[in-house]
């Protein structure tokens, strides 16, 4: 039911690495420039260190800057990976993937799932549960109630409040609830028609739904408004391997997925580039060309 994948070689990769707006940029994080084929943002800047983080759309590096500090650190995490590197960037990454499965429309997707997630889609079917369009603040609100870490929940209130506020026709929040409205479980998806992909930005689930399997028939309901909006893929985020270690907290998680016909993808590599700058300081890097905020 799961599969390796290199995006590099696999014929839809375009559609299968992370989008530039749904990269988990907090709010907080200050825009500097946007140009024709992408953005980049600060995550730190002092007179010592900055740190910039440019994002693009294709394989063409962004802009140059010139160092605004004594170190100047730029990442850029492109969605294609170049297949000739530019001159002074290096490679790095940690071995991360992501769950992606292609949507079939020619037959019913489910047939790719395991048997186990076909029978928890069946009793929630039968349950009477509800499936209604909610919003993020219904999500924060019932949250208590639900199996979330604090930690996982701040981080998914921030993702998904960064994407509505640049992209709100593109969030949506899947509730499913009882007979009397009560929330049985949240699934918060964002949708990208620039890759054809619909991302998987968090969700929780309740005591009672978890009984009637409120998450999967949560992800089923997800698969449909995402094949009927003709995208090609829904990506469930980061995961572990086949051999991860079973006391990593996440592995529950990962498991869960690959009952979804997924394929592990592996992430495009972040591309660095340092540089030091010891005379001749700038204030503020010198930018051409490029729409400065």
């Not at 028939?217 to 572990?240: H, K, P, Q, T, Y």
């Amino acid at each position: 039911m799961v599969r390796d994948v290199c995006p590099l070689l696999h014929p839809h990769h375009a559609s299968i690495t992370a989008s530039r707006w749904i990269v988990p940029v907090a709010a907080r994080h200050r825009s500097v420039a946007a140009f024709a084929h992408g953005h980049t943002v600060a995550l730190f800047s002092n007179r010592l260190l900055t740190w910039h983080r440019s994002f693009t759309r294709t394989a063409d590096e962004p802009p140059p800057f010139d160092p605004p500090s004594f170190i100047y650190i730029h990442e850029w995490m492109p969605d294609v990976v170049p297949r000739v590197p530019h001159d002074n960037w290096r490679g790095f990454g940690f071995s991360q993937k992501q769950g992606v499965a292609f949507l079939k429309t020619d037959v019913d997707f489910t047939r790719d799932w395991s048997a186990q997630a076909r029978r928890q889609l069946k009793i929630f079917q039968r349950s009477g549960a509800q499936l209604r369009l909610g919003t993020l603040e219904e999500f924060v609100s019932s949250s208590a109630r639900s199996y979330l870490p604090e930690a996982v929940l701040h981080h998914t209130i921030d993702q998904a409040t960064t994407v509505r506020a640049e992209h709100p026709e593109d969030l949506e929040v899947l509730v499913a609830a009882d007979a009397g409205g009560e929330a049985l479980g949240f699934f918060i998806a964002a949708y990208c028609a620039e890759v054809a992909q619909s991302y998987y930005v968090g969700g929780c689930y309740t005591a009672a739904g978890a009984r009637v399997h409120a998450i999967t028939g949560l992800v089923n309901w997800w698969f449909e408004r995402s094949i009927a909006r003709g995208l090609a893929s829904v990506n469930f985020g980061d995961m572990c391997g086949p051999r991860a270690i079973s006391v990593d907290p996440s592995v529950g998680y990962s498991n869960f997925k690959t009952h979804f016909g997924i394929h592990r993808v592996w992430r495009p590599q972040t591309l660095w580039k340092i540089r030091v700058r010891l005379f001749g300081l700038q204030e503020t890097a010198e930018l051409e060309g490029i729409e400065v905020y």
